[in-house]
């Protein structure tokens, strides 16, 4: 069995609003719903803030309060290791990938006052697929990293 980890209920060291930053360096096996790092409410299925690779094998990041805004990759995730860095800003979503800046895209999503849960490996608790991916490291930060702090942070 995968490790999983999780924190709920931690509305005291989470973002309570725009802008902040996830990170994850993980392990792909680039079969596709491998995400890194949540920060979302786990009693809705609908409400979530993620990076990783999703369904298709493409990097992706997410912000979804009922709809979604998104930022993924136009190539296929390769195996490995890599580090992910999702900036989610009250307008604006950015994608780094192994110091590389993917894509970028318009956020309309306002940020979900139930989402104070965190979850390493996994996307959701509700509509769980089961699926779990190993995470080196994953943080979150309570801001919106520079451009030039992603690439650092997510070299190789």
Request: with cysteine.
């Amino acid at each position: 069995a995968a490790d999983s980890c999780s924190v709920t209920g931690a509305s005291d060291v989470m973002p309570t609003s725009y802008p902040f930053t996830l990170y994850a360096e993980m392990d792909v096996k680039a079969i596709g719903d491998e995400w890194g790092i949540s920060f979302l409410d786990v009693s809705a299925n609908n409400k979530y803030y993620v990076i990783g690779v999703n369904s298709i094998k493409k990097y992706s990041m997410l912000s979804r309060n009922n709809t979604a805004s998104s930022v993924q990759s136009t190539a296929n995730a390769t195996e490995g290791a890599h580090k992910i860095c999702g900036v989610f800003t009250e307008t604006t979503l950015k994608l780094f990938v192994d110091g590389v800046l993917l894509g970028s895209s318009n956020n309309a999503q306002s940020l979900s006052s139930a989402a104070n849960d965190l979850l390493l490996g996994q996307l959701r608790v509700v509509s769980d697929t089961q699926t779990r991916n190993n995470v080196r490291q994953a943080m979150i930060f309570n801001e919106a990293l520079t451009d030039a702090e992603c690439v650092t942070l997510t070299t190789l």
